[in-house]
């Protein structure tokens, strides 16, 4: 297929532009500034600027753009600025492939399991309603900046992506190194749900979703856990222990509003995902923990 990929030089973004190259698409990018190189494209969604010549040779476009929120403070400014960072970009994208005659066929939206809020032990597919935490407001108005898109007949695809494990980066980034010194620990009292997928997985669902019929959202997880047996299971990866939990106070003070992402309980599992035949790498969270100790 011939795909333009947004936000290539993200965590998942990285590893999905590969892989779809070695799987024999050809793949664009689009990028901020100057190109250097055949494959990039300009584009500035700040300014609403995109060629209708980017999207119109595509057969798809994957969009994985904005503003990492747990880089830093959710202040005020910065709460502005995550959300922007997918609303319009995602609007300029819907837009275009709107304004096109021969349109691409899907648009794979990036989203967030954080859609459906703090939930405890109840189980979340697709058909649960949007909650109304400062993230699941953001997915609100993210999933409906592909409006245009869907009105103009593009399969839109929102991709609800879990807690995504991998040694190098994602929601485990600062956790690991913690682990690895041996005072890595549950957040909190650790009985929240985390639903969690491998970044292997998180890339084969989303180009199993090229080729789907699947529309509307899809919750992109492999199965949900304790934080505490997620932890745990690391830990054992590892060879290390898990002894010193992370006060839920501590947690607030240094994450502020994001400390509700890793607070909150979410036991999403992938109802959609799994009627539409994907099968995961990594199905259960010893051998995913184990794949993320190896370097994964």
Do not use: C
């Not at 190109?35 to 969604?45: G, I, M, N, Y």
């Not at 990492?68 to 995602?90: D, E, F, H, W, Y």
């Not at 492999?222 to 047996?229: K, Y």
């Amino acid at each position: 297929m011939q795909v333009v990929v947004a936000g290539s030089h993200g965590f998942i973004g990285g590893t999905l532009v590969p892989q779809l190259r070695r799987d024999g698409h050809d793949v664009r990018v689009l990028v901020r500034g100057e190109t250097r190189s055949p494959d990039e494209v300009s584009w500035d969604p700040d300014a609403g600027e995109l060629a209708p010549s980017a999207l119109d040779w595509a057969d798809a476009v994957i969009n994985l753009a904005g503003v990492n929120p747990g880089t830093r403070p959710l202040t005020q400014a910065r709460k502005r600025l995550v959300v922007s960072s997918r609303v319009n970009t995602t609007k300029l994208l819907s837009r275009t492939l709107a304004s096109l005659d021969a349109r691409p066929r899907v648009l794979l939206q990036a989203s967030g399991i954080g859609a459906y809020g703090s939930r405890g032990d109840d189980l979340l597919d697709e058909d649960e309603p949007i909650g109304t935490t400062f993230f699941a407001t953001v997915v609100r108005q993210w999933e409906a900046a592909t409006a245009s898109a869907q009105e103009a007949g593009v399969r839109v695809v929102h991709l609800r992506t879990g807690v995504v494990l991998s040694s190098h980066g994602g929601a485990l980034g600062r956790l690991l190194p913690l682990i690895r010194l041996g005072v890595g620990g549950r957040f909190g009292n650790g009985r929240q749900f985390w639903p969690w997928i491998t970044l292997t997985d998180e890339v084969r669902a989303i180009e199993h979703l090229l080729t789907s019929q699947m529309h509307g959202p899809v919750n992109l997880v492999t199965a949900s856990d304790r934080n505490a047996d997620v932890v745990k299971a690391l830990a054992q990866a590892l060879h290390r222990p898990a002894v010193v939990p992370v006060p839920a106070f501590a947690l607030r003070t240094v994450l502020g509003d994001f400390s509700s992402e890793v607070l909150g309980s979410n036991r999403a599992f992938p109802r959609a995902l799994a009627a539409d035949g994907f099968v995961p790498t990594h199905p259960d969270l010893g051998t995913a923990a184990r794949w993320v100790a190896a370097g994964g």
